[in-house]
T-cell receptor, first 113, second 113 residues
Framework: NAGVMQNPRHLVRRRGQEARLRCSPMKGHSHVYWYRQLPEEGLKFMVYLQKENIIDESGMPKERFSAEFPKEGPSILRIQQVVRGDSAAYFC???????????FGQGTRLTVV | KQEVTQIPAALSVPEGENLVLNCSFT??????LQWFRQDPGKGLTSLLLIQSSQREQTSGRLNASLDKSSGRSTLYIAASQPGDSATYLCAALEQGGSEKLVFGKGTKLTVNP
């Protein structure tokens, strides 16, 4: 059973470009969460999704950020018009429906230049 | 609003020493508390999960306790080894609809050979 898979592991974008981060949950897991870790900061919740539904996006910045978890395929975190302050490690986690233990991926490290 | 604090922020010990990492949370309405390990530039590895109805969990040289009434959890590491060097994070899973983890900033542990 493969773990939570995130790609790419490292992503470099110029200011103003779009960043797309992908997350494939563990097999059998239908809950996906995105967290962001800024330098010298703790991990902060961004969004919680189930298949085709956003359950809680209270941690998402109001502009430029969006997330989806389609019926088929991975969950996508999209950041439009990136700025230097978006540079961070973005982690995806998944959990099965009846269990609240979260398993994390290796993260995507976004650098905006 | 749930806040999670970890003390100390950093800890350096000689190999073989037993040690305790502390975690406190402000709101006792949690589903569980989870301890993670994070190596530099890597993802999070789940170490132990304590359900809100439990008092402790053990895995090998690790023992985690939970006291909901006082808002505290501890991670005990026995006979520490250089390979235990990493940042240890605790996270509380909030009740109330959204299954989001609230993280502390971590304790950076260095075990010296």
């Amino acid at each position: 059973n493969a773990g939570v898979m995130q790609n790419p592991r490292h992503l470099v974008r110029r200011r103003g470009q779009e960043a797309r981060l992908r997350c494939s949950p563990m097999k059998g897991h239908s809950h996906v969460y995105w967290y962001r870790q800024l330098p010298e900061e703790g991990l902060k919740f961004m969004v919680y999704l189930q298949k085709e539904n956003i359950i809680d996006e209270s941690g998402m910045p109001k502009e430029r950020f969006s997330a989806e978890f389609p019926k088929e395929g991975p969950s996508i975190l999209r950041i439009q018009q990136v700025v230097r302050g978006d540079s961070a490690a973005y982690f995806c986690a998944s959990s099965p429906p009846a269990n609240t233990e979260a398993f994390f991926g290796q993260g995507t490290r976004l650098t905006v230049v | 609003k749930q806040e999670v604090t970890q003390i100390p922020a950093a800890l350096s010990v000689p190999e073989g020493e037993n040690l305790v990492l502390n975690c406190s949370f402000t709101d006792s309405a949690i589903y569980n508390l989870q301890w993670f390990r994070q190596d530099p530039g890597k993802g999070l590895t789940s170490l132990l999960l304590i359900q809100s109805s439990q008092r402790e969990q053990t895995s090998g040289r690790l023992n985690a306790s939970l006291d909901k009434s006082s808002g505290r959890s501890t991670l005990y590491i026995a006979a520490s080894q250089p390979g235990d060097s990493a940042t240890y994070l605790c996270a509380a899973l909030e009740q109330g609809g959204s299954e989001k983890l609230v993280f502390g900033k971590g304790t950076k542990l260095t075990v010296n050979p």
